[in-house]
């Protein structure tokens, strides 16, 4: 069965100079990693394309200097793109609860799973580092994370009313959001 193309390496923008065939793979994959340095500017810039007030590069960077944060890539391989960052995940652990403090799917790159697969990697590493809660805030008004959250078994404790004011003519409520690890 085929199951990967050798395609000249000018269609990969990540290609290692001098190489001038890459193998890409066929079928869609994807694998997650810790984020590193490096990655800071695919972050800011799905991140901008994410949400109203956009963080900086240094807010990033920043974060990923942090002990307590965990930032955790997701980068997918087709035909068109090799290992490429579409999404990513922040989670800051503090004693035996997270938070998760942000997340972000590439608008092209939604709705195939990324994000589950973000938020199963983070609950995964922190069930093994045995911490005992998760909690997230969201705003009511945002169905897709709504539904993501809430699919993984995620449950409403709590809400804080008129706290998502960027950008609207009204602000809306934040839901809390908490499911247990253990
Ligand atoms: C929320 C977000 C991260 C989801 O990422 P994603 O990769 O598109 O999500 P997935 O493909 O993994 O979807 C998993 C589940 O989430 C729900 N979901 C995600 N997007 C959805 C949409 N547009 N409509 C309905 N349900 C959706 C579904 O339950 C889906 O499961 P299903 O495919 O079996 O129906 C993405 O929409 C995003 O980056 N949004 C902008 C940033 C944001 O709002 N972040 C959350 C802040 S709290």
């Known amino acids: 069965m085929i199951t990967a193309a050798l395609l000249p ?7 290692i100079k001098g190489e001038d065939w890459v193998i890409f ?47 955790y890539v997701i980068r997918r391989s087709n035909l068109i793109m090799k290992d490429q960052i579409i999404g990513f995940v922040l989670v800051r652990a503090v004693l035996d609860e ?39 805030e969201v705003d009511e008004t945002n169905q897709p994370a709504l539904l993501l959250y809430q699919k993984l078994g995620f449950e409403k404790v709590g809400e804080r009313k008129g ?12 839901w809390i959001m908490q499911i247990n690890l253990g």
Do not use: N
């Open 9 to 15: 390496a000018r269609c990969d923008p990540e290609a």
């Open 98 to 136: 997270a938070e998760i403090l942000t997340i972000a799917v590439d608008p092209g790159q939604r709705k195939s799973g990324a994000g589950e697969q973000l938020m199963h990697e983070v609950m995964r590493q922190l069930y093994a580092d045995r911490l005992a809660k998760l909690f997230l």
């Open 163 to 174: 706290y998502y004011a960027s950008g609207k003519e009204k602000a809306s409520t934040a």
């Open 25 to 71: 793979p066929l079928k869609s994959t994807a694998h997650i990693t810790q984020a590193q340095l490096a990655d800071v500017p695919f972050l800011a810039d799905i991140h901008k394309k994410s949400f109203s007030r956009a963080w900086s590069a240094s807010e990033f960077q920043a974060l990923l200097g942090d002990d307590k944060v965990s930032c």
